[in-house]
């Protein structure tokens, strides 16, 4: 057991060892496209066959991915810690499928399985299927197009979503906070972190390279997510300080 309240927050990197691609990594590239490019409304609007494109490929992508041992540390901290939140950037269901309780887990910048009208509310859950015809979704209540459920640049993110980690904030501080495999370039990310630390919690940074959060954080593992979590929690579950 872990007797502690814990925030972690993670993003990209910590799938990456599963094989799928970050944002702003060398591989992230798509057909030569920059990924922070095509994850806009406007390049949705300009093109939304190109968009579903590098969406359907993903979703695919993920499918035959698996949880690394990163998802499954953290999931095993979130199964044994007294209190705990995981917010994560991530789209994928590699934190949910390594055993993480779906309750546990805030994905802020929404899900690639949903697909959402980009109208009205209707939205379908894409288990398995692929609209694989070629041809773009369309809304079955209102005749519009059908746009991935995830959260674009620009876009707001989701109150209800931010009611759940406000929620877990005024609970109290954390004892531990672990910001992993993210680039840390969205203001909100350093200031739940910040904020959920309070006066007196640890803040560690997983990441092989220095972030803006870095000067900020009571400890960093400049390591790969798969090598440091593991560990990490293995001495935070046998009473190991960090
Ligand atoms: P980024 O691609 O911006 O950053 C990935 C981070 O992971 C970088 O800081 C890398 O150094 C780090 N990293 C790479 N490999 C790692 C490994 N094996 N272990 C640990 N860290 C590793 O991805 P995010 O920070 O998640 O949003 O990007 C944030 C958001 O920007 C995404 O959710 C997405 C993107 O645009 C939207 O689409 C709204």
């Given at each position: 057991?872990?007797?502690?309240?814990?925030?972690?927050?993670t993003?990209?990197?910590v799938?990456?060892?599963?094989?799928?691609?970050?944002?702003?990594?060398?591989?992230?590239?798509?057909r030569?496209?920059?990924?922070?490019?095509?994850?806009?409304?406007?390049?949705?609007?300009?093109?939304?066959?190109?968009?579903?494109?590098?969406?359907?490929?993903?979703?695919?992508?993920?499918?035959?991915?698996?949880p690394?041992?990163?998802?499954?540390?953290?999931?095993?901290?979130?199964?044994?810690?007294?209190?705990?939140?995981?917010?994560t950037?991530?789209?994928?269901?590699l934190?949910?499928?390594?055993?993480?309780?779906?309750e546990?887990?805030?994905?802020?910048?929404?899900?690639?399985f949903?697909?959402?009208?980009?109208?009205?509310?209707?939205?379908?859950?894409?288990h398995?299927?692929?609209h694989?015809?070629?041809?773009?979704?369309?809304?079955?209540?209102?005749?519009?197009?059908?746009?991935?459920?995830?959260?674009?640049?620009?876009?707001?993110?989701?109150?209800?979503?931010?009611?759940?980690?406000?929620?877990?904030?005024?609970?109290?501080?954390?004892?531990?906070?672990?910001?992993?495999?993210?680039?840390?370039?969205?203001?909100?990310?350093?200031?739940?972190?910040?904020?959920?630390?309070?006066?007196?919690?640890?803040?560690?940074e997983?990441?092989?390279?220095?972030?803006?959060?870095?000067?900020?954080?009571?400890?960093?593992?400049?390591?790969?997510?798969?090598?440091?979590?593991?560990?990490?929690?293995?001495?935070?579950?046998?009473?190991?300080?960090?």
């Amino acid at each position: 057991m872990f007797n502690g309240r814990v925030l972690i927050i993670t993003g990209a990197g910590v799938s990456a060892e599963s094989g799928i691609p970050t944002f702003r990594g060398k591989d992230g590239y798509w057909r030569n496209l920059d990924p922070t490019k095509l994850a806009t409304p406007k390049a949705f609007a300009r093109d939304p066959n190109l968009v579903w494109d590098w969406y359907c490929e993903r979703r695919q992508r993920i499918r035959k991915a698996q949880p690394n041992p990163a998802h499954r540390a953290i999931a095993n901290l979130g199964l044994q810690a007294d209190e705990f939140l995981l917010v994560t950037q991530n789209v994928d269901d590699l934190h949910l499928r390594a055993g993480l309780p779906a309750e546990k887990i805030v994905q802020i910048h929404g899900d690639i399985f949903m697909t959402r009208c980009s109208r009205c509310e209707f939205r379908r859950y894409e288990h398995e299927q692929e609209h694989d015809d070629g041809s773009l979704p369309k809304c079955q209540e209102c005749g519009e197009y059908m746009r991935p459920g995830v959260v674009w640049f620009g876009e707001q993110l989701d109150a209800a979503k931010i009611e759940i980690v406000e929620n877990f904030m005024r609970g109290g501080d954390c004892d531990l906070v672990i910001v992993a495999g993210t680039s840390a370039l969205f203001g909100y990310v350093i200031d739940w972190a910040l904020r959920a630390r309070g006066q007196a919690g640890q803040l560690i940074e997983v990441n092989p390279e220095e972030t803006s959060l870095s000067q900020f954080a009571t400890k960093s593992f400049l390591e790969p997510a798969g090598i440091a979590l593991p560990r990490l929690v293995n001495g935070l579950l046998s009473n190991v300080s960090p």
